[in-house]
């Protein structure tokens, strides 16, 4: 089953997947972290894997940026492919000043001003969320590794580069936590199709404190988190 963004074919992908927005990412964790890995796709760069994490079949891939590149990849991975258990691992930037760069949120709810969900016609807002296995499962995780986490409303924003530089402290001061810019599409994407997912994000910057990581820290200095990740296996 080759779609028009993955070529793979069914039975290649787990049914479990971490999702980093970053292609690199997914090729550092796979290499990293996993063991028997076999490459599934590289249309457009997005790489993908599948290997096993403590004897268990996981995969790994990257969907790039925005919601649209994620909505594309985590249709694929579940309408064609099987995938049931979908979770990003993710970069973000805080809206909450007590948050400090490298600290872990556990996206509950996703805001955004996108108009993904306009596809179902609903007849008001839609409230993205995370699945409630997943999330339970992950907090429960973080606390037996003594890895401390937030959990909470997060923004998936279609702008990186906002016009008004302060637009930020209008959702901070609703209690979201911080912003990405991709967990609204794939929560709705699961909820539609009735699978799981959930975003795990580290802290990669700060609107309020304005420090920021490099990338190559991104790349591979995230390691709390995925170690959450994995065990979601
Ligand atoms: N904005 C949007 N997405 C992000 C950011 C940000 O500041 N940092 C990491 N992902």
Redesign the pocket.
Known sequence: MTTAHINAKKGDIAETILLP?DPLRAKFIAETYLEDVVQFNDVRNAFGYTGTYKGKRISVMGTG?GAPSIGIYSYELIHFFGVKNLIRV?????YNKDLELYDIILGMGACTNSRYDHQYELPGTYSAIASWDLLYKAKKIAEEKHIDVKVGNI?T?D??YNANPDAYKKWANMGVL????EAYALYCNAAAAGVNALTI?T???S?VTKL?TTSKE?ETGFTKMMEIALELA
């Not at 993710?90 to 805080?94: E, F, L, P």
């Not at 911080?178 to 810019?181: I, N, Q």
């Open positions: 927005g940026m993710g970069s973000c930037g805080a923004l924003s702008i990186f911080a912003v990405e810019m994000l802290v990669s910057d609107l920021e991104r």
